[in-house]
Structure formats: structure tokens, C-alpha cells
């Protein structure tokens, strides 16, 4: 079985501009959440999505926000980029997405803003 | 507010000894508890979990203890090895409720 896949892996962006970034979840898993991972900071819960609906948020901006299409591909986006949007994004999936269920990460879009 | 504190960024043994990693929890909402295992240019995989119903669970060479009194948890690594330098995060979650990770632990293991 594929494991979970995030494009790009690498992105520079400027200040101001937004950017996209996606994740296809392992086959059958319905349940995508994403991470935000700093230096200082470990792993930052920014939403989970089922079934094309946000279920959780985290403690970010509005300008951080995400879809899912109904073959549970996922989206983030992050609009009016920050220097301090640079990080490694994340995303996870897992079955339904319950609490004692494993979450399966791909490798990760390492963002910088400059 | 960091809910979930690994206060040792990180962690160098020698190959064979003991790797201890430590987490600590400020909030007592949370009954489950994970570590995840990340290597450069890779995604975190998951390593062992515990419910707060035990105060261990083993798997092979890695041990987590739970210490609900303490709201501290523990990984231990016996024999360390040097495939297991890593970034080891802890994760806590309430029941239904999201994980919260820590900050991460570079563990360094020499050969």
C-alpha cells in the first residue's frame, strides 16, 4: 500500500503571497489532519478533515486553512505568508481519524518564506 | 501553553547503554500517550503508545512508562543503537480529543 504522499516537498515563497499545499492519504483513509512542525515548537495541530468536513482546529489565523475532495485528498492553504510561516507542514491520515487509532505522516512540504 | 513539555532538546549515548527520553504533561485530561520516531527528510512513524489505565508497556527494546501522579512519561531504549538517532516526539491526547505533541528529543547514539 502507498504510504501517505505531500507536494510539493519543497517551496520559497515572499511575504504576501499564499501558497497550496497537498496531501494524498493512504488509500481507504478518510481522515487527514495537518501539522505544523517549528524548531522550539515540535508538532502544531492546525485542523483535521473527514469526509470532506473540518472536524478539529487548532490555534491558528484564519489565514491557514484547508479542504478535502471526496477521494480524501487534502489541501492546506496559507494565505498573506509571514516569515514566521516558515516550517515543515505535515499531513496524516488515518482511518477515522479516532483518538487511539495510528496516524501515518508523510514526509512533509518544507515551506520558507522569504 | 505547551500541554505536552520534552525539556531535554537533546540526548547523546553510547551504543549498547540506555537511552532514557522524558515528557511531562500539564493537563490531567489526557489518557493516551505516544511516541513517534522522525528521521531527516521523513514523515514521524509511529513507535509505541500507552493508555493511562498502565503505568508500562513494552514493546521489544523500547519501554514507555507512565507516571499519572507525576503527569511524566518516559521512552527507554535498551540496547541503543545507532539507527535509532532520531527526533523522538511525545504525544498526548484526551479521550476524543487531538494529540498534542511535545517539542521533540534528538536522540544521538554513537557507535
Known amino acids: 500500500k502507498a504510504g501517505v504522499t505531500q507536494t510539493p516537498r519543497y517551496l520559497i515563497k515572499t511575504r504576501g503571497q499564499q501558497v497550496t499545499l497537498s496531501c494524498s492519504p493512504i488509500?481507504?483513509?478518510?481522515?487527514v489532519s495537518w501539522y505544523q512542525q517549528t524548531p522550539g515548537q515540535g508538532l502544531q495541530f492546525l485542523f483535521e478533515?473527514?469526509?470532506?468536513?473540518?472536524?478539529n482546529k487548532g490555534n491558528f489565523p484564519g489565514r491557514f486553512s484547508g479542504r478535502q475532495f471526496s477521494n480524501s485528498r487534502s489541501e492546506m492553504n496559507v494565505s498573506t505568508l509571514e516569515l514566521g510561516d516558515s516550517a515543515l507542514y505535515l499531513c496524516?491520515?488515518?482511518?477515522?481519524?479516532?483518538?487511539?487509532?495510528?496516524?501515518?505522516f508523510g514526509p512533509g512540504t518544507r515551506l520558507l518564506v522569504l | 501553553d505547551q500541554q505536552v513539555k520534552q525539556n531535554s532538546p537533546s540526548l547523546s549515548v553510547q551504543e549498547g547503554r540506555i537511552s532514557i527520553l522524558n515528557c511531562d504533561y500539564t493537563?490531567?485530561?489526557?489518557?493516551?500517550f505516544l511516541w513517534y520516531k522522525k528521521y531527516p527528510a521523513e514523515g514521524p512513524t509511529f513507535l509505541i503508545s500507552?493508555?493511562?489505565?498502565?503505568d508500562k508497556n513494552e514493546d521489544g527494546r523500547f519501554t514507555v512508562f507512565l507516571n499519572k501522579s507525576a503527569k511524566h512519561l518516559s521512552l527507554h531504549i535498551v540496547p541503543s543503537q545507532p539507527g535509532d538517532s532520531a527526533v523522538y516526539f511525545c504525544?498526548?491526547?484526551?479521550?476524543?480529543?487531538?494529540?498534542?505533541f511535545g517539542q521533540g528529543t534528538i536522540l544521538t547514539v554513537h557507535p
Open positions: 496524516a491520515s488515518s482511518l477515522q481519524g479516532a483518538t487511539r487509532e495510528t496516524q501515518y
Open positions: 504525544a498526548a491526547s484526551p479521550f476524543n480529543g487531538k494529540l498534542t
Open positions: 493537563n490531567s485530561m489526557f489518557d493516551y
Open positions: 488509500s481507504g483513509h478518510r481522515s
Open positions: 478533515y473527514f469526509s470532506e468536513t473540518q472536524r
Open positions: 500507552i493508555s493511562s489505565i498502565k
